[in-house]
């Protein structure tokens, strides 16, 4: 990574964690070493956000949502809207993960409103792209990431408030991993999009993370890459090797 984008690792604990479990995590992180040096986000259930950010609120780490809505309010039943997770504490959101799009059906017109949305509230957005096993092998990754680029750009007003995550959906959850080389060739891919796209500023300040089933094991070698400025975590992220995926550059 460059040295002048500062690492970030985040932590999606997806439908996951209790409040026994959680409170471990917090614990983790509070009492053990970490680079401090790295940005550290947690992403816990919804209902769980406010506990997290009561139990890190001395650590430097901060708290995300995993998903937002697009309005602010109104009878959508079982949603949460930005000024909500704001009022619970929270300084982020991730958006656009494989999940929402490939499960619930969250295309990117929506994605993009939600992008809006929540940088109106004032939370930094987890941006998510990244294409599906069949994408790949015919050869449209980045057919499919931009796509997924050009509905997030079309909603941001402030590039600072951005993480991009590149999460290769046929790495996520399946212990497959993309190799330090090809996922350093798409983070490439993207920041000269950005370059030619919305500034040369925004492509060397942006941070572009990797997600797709990081471990304490493949961490190292994907840090050392030029354009991959940190991680987005799994399962990982609720074991010890959280730690040691913070401190895989030390």
Request: hydrophobic share 40%.
């Given at each position: 990574?460059?040295?002048?984008?500062?690492?970030?690792v985040g932590?999606?604990?997806?439908?996951?964690?209790?409040?026994?479990?959680?409170?471990k995590?917090?614990?983790?992180?509070?009492?053990?070493?970490?680079?401090?040096n790295?940005?550290?986000?947690?992403?816990?259930?919804?209902?769980?956000?406010?506990?997290?950010?009561?139990?890190?609120?001395?650590?430097?780490?901060?708290?995300?949502?995993?998903?937002?809505h697009?309005?602010?309010?109104?009878?959508?039943?079982?949603?949460?809207s930005a000024?909500?997770?704001?009022?619970?504490?929270a300084?982020?959101?991730?958006?656009?993960?494989?999940?929402r799009?490939?499960?619930?059906?969250?295309?990117?017109?929506?994605?993009?409103?939600?992008t809006?949305?929540?940088?109106?509230?004032?939370?930094?957005?987890?941006?998510?792209?990244?294409?599906q096993?069949?994408?790949?092998?015919?050869?449209?990754?980045?057919?499919?990431?931009?796509?997924?680029?050009?509905?997030?750009?079309?909603?941001?007003?402030?590039?600072?408030?951005?993480?991009?995550?590149?999460?290769?959906?046929?790495?996520?959850?399946?212990?497959?991993?993309?190799?330090?080389?090809?996922?350093?060739?798409?983070?490439?891919?993207?920041?000269?999009?950005?370059?030619?796209?919305?500034?040369?500023?925004?492509?060397?300040?942006?941070?572009?993370?990797?997600?797709?089933?990081?471990?304490?094991?493949?961490c190292?070698?994907?840090?050392l890459?030029?354009?991959?400025?940190?991680?987005?975590?799994?399962g990982?992220?609720?074991?010890?090797d959280?730690?040691?995926?913070?401190?895989?550059?030390?």
């Amino acid at each position: 990574m460059s040295e002048s984008r500062r690492f970030f690792v985040g932590g999606n604990h997806k439908m996951n964690g209790d409040t026994a479990s959680l409170s471990k995590i917090a614990v983790m992180l509070s009492e053990t070493q970490w680079d401090k040096n790295v940005e550290v986000v947690v992403a816990p259930p919804t209902c769980y956000i406010s506990t997290l950010v009561q139990h890190l609120s001395k650590t430097g780490v901060s708290v995300s949502a995993q998903n937002i809505h697009e309005y602010q309010k109104g009878a959508f039943t079982g949603e949460i809207s930005a000024s909500m997770v704001v009022d619970c504490g929270a300084t982020y959101t991730i958006l656009g993960h494989s999940e929402r799009r490939h499960v619930f059906g969250e295309g990117n017109e929506q994605i993009g409103q939600k992008t809006a949305t929540a940088l109106a509230q004032g939370l930094t957005v987890i941006a998510c792209i990244g294409e599906q096993l069949e994408e790949r092998q015919a050869g449209k990754t980045m057919d499919v990431c931009i796509s997924q680029l050009t509905a997030f750009k079309d909603n941001i007003s402030d590039w600072s408030k951005v993480v991009i995550a590149y999460e290769p959906v046929w790495a996520i959850g399946t212990g497959k991993v993309a190799t330090p080389e090809q996922a350093q060739e798409v983070h490439a891919k993207i920041r000269n999009w950005l370059s030619e796209n919305v500034s040369s500023d925004v492509a060397g300040s942006v941070r572009i993370i990797y997600g797709g089933s990081v471990n304490a094991g493949n961490c190292g070698d994907l840090s050392l890459q030029r354009d991959i400025d940190g991680f987005l975590v799994g399962g990982a992220s609720l074991k010890l090797d959280f730690i040691q995926i913070i401190n895989c550059q030390q």
